[in-house]
């Protein structure tokens, strides 16, 4: 069994296996490490919206509707007894249209996009740790990382085998919100960034097929009336499958953990919000997950390893996606490893390595930065209920906060929302 490559990856989801596909295209010799065997599941709204088609499109993946690809035209925000529908606009930077696909059947479909371009994409391996070479500086004291190892799964996830060592000059961790990889080389999460908490499941409806993501911004800890606002909102993205994906997300803006119930959130949420969706039978259980968001886990390179998505924190604070920035860090790396290997000496060659993380931060940074400030003032409940109350009756408020939410904007020039937002993001800084 071959165990040496130019790149290793771990993890094959958006993240990982864009980032094996990129480097494939571009020559590279690529093993990437997935610890389940396709399809499986992932906690997701299975919604993209025009920033993640952007990323398709760039990575050259066909998304016809007879393959199960649903577009959708935008957004509908639903909350204080107000609807308002925000269709995505004509921009040079982005499509005018959104998709939705199950993740069981997205992620799938882009590991097999990444093995076309030769990508060696191996499910059914678990990454235990990483190696490193002492006799090489590297990061919190250890030697720089030199590869990784790594065990088989069963189809029901046990590891089963020995130990096996693949070895490569650079590796790709994007093993997830668990970033265990990065966490056993001291890579701690701050705890000044935000957290989300989401729950999902799938429901039958009639409305299956209509084109519009829904987001409910009134999420209640109880009773109406007498209890909290959360930081939050609730979602409804049809599937064109007969079902949709129904779920709800909060937001803990120093990422402590919640002692919220979530699925009883949903549940109370569906029974108030819902019932023009006409929600029959449930298919699946309700299944949560942790979402890091804003940068949380830094540095995103250190000697010899690069983060990509949620293993660096890169989930949208705002929204919550992940999916966009994930595939997005995937091409950066890229561009930062075909500098590696074409630079003269092994000075340049860390330098170019490096600066796939200024990369990053000139890319997210100021628009992360502001998402900090907007968790810490949705927490609060006062915050949410003047939010909910003066901004959602205003149509030019919320044509500005929907391209803010989305984070689909022309940087330069479009109307004056974009300008505005375009001038925000530019004057905040990174971190």
Known sequence: MRTEADVIVIGAGPGGA??????AAEGFDVIALEKSHYPREKVCGDGLTPRAVRELQLIGLPTPREEGWIPNHGLRMVGGGHRLEFPWHDLEEFPNYGLSLPRAQFDQRLAEHAR????DVREGWYVESALRDERQAGHAGGGRVVGVVARQTDARGR???DPVEFRAPLVIAADGVSARIALGMGLERKENRPMGVAVRTYFTTPRHDEEWMEGHLEIWDGERGRSNL???YGWIFPLGDGTANVGLGTLSAKGTPSKLDHRALLRDWLDHAAQ????GEQVGQIKGAAIPMAFNRQPHYVPGMMLVGDSGGMVNPFNGEGIAYAMQAARRATEAAVAWRDAPGAREEEKALASYARMMKDDLGGYYNLGRIF??????PEVMKVCTRYGLPSPLVMEFTSRLLADVYEPRGGNWADKLLAAIVKAAPAA
């Open 18 to 23: 864009a980032a094996a596909r990129y480097l």
């Open 116 to 119: 076309a371009a030769g990508a």
């Open 159 to 161: 590891k089963i085998g």
């Open 230 to 232: 959360l930081p939050g």
């Open 276 to 279: 023009d969706w006409e929600l």
């Open 375 to 380: 968790a810490a003032l949705v927490e609060r």
